[in-house]
């Protein structure tokens, strides 16, 4: 039986891209789609001995335009923020994170985290409709697989886990 979208929760770090300490928030409220588009980065190579070509994995492009109606609460002051400043270089870096809800047992489970970059990329709409804003996400360094805890105010803590590899 397939599960639902609701099974993956996404989550921005949106204290680091305020300049201040880490503050995970889900990106779920306000969002109709979040879809990762990993971009993989592959290298094809046909020997003349093979029908068929070979394959290699070299690395992911982690991607993706999330747009969110206008809402108040703390992903949204950040996004404001986005749209209000511009910022550039190190001002846009942050982590995401995402986890499955299936993997949470007794309040923590398996959880990746990404460096990514954060930047505004529009917001408007037509007359009459919902206020948005779309932000462009892009992967910025290696995927680690963490730990994420779930307090009991819903709050989120993640730890790296020990002897994982890091994968591009």
């Not at 846009?92 to 990746?112: P, Q």
């Amino acid at each position: 039986m397939s599960l639902d979208r609701t099974n993956m929760v996404s989550l921005l770090d949106t204290g680091k891209l305020a300049g201040s300490t880490t503050a995970l928030t889900e990106m779920g409220d306000g969002y109709t789609e979040i879809t990762e588009d990993w971009g993989p980065n592959t290298e094809s190579k046909q020997y003349v001995n093979m029908k068929n070509a070979s394959n290699t994995v070299k690395g992911y492009a982690l991607s993706m335009s999330p747009s969110r109606d206008y809402l108040s609460d703390d992903m949204q002051k950040c996004i404001d923020n986005l749209f209000k400043t511009f910022p550039t270089g190190e001002k846009c870096e942050t982590d995401y994170y995402r986890f499955y809800k299936t993997d949470i047992k007794d309040g923590s489970g398996d959880c990746i985290k990404v460096p990514v970059t954060v930047c505004a990329s529009s917001t408007g709409g037509s007359g009459g409709d919902t206020l948005t804003s779309s932000i462009q996400i892009n992967g910025n360094g290696d995927v680690e697989l963490g730990t994420i805890t779930i307090g009991p105010d819903g709050s989120y803590t993640w730890a790296k886990k020990e002897g994982q590899q890091s994968s591009t």
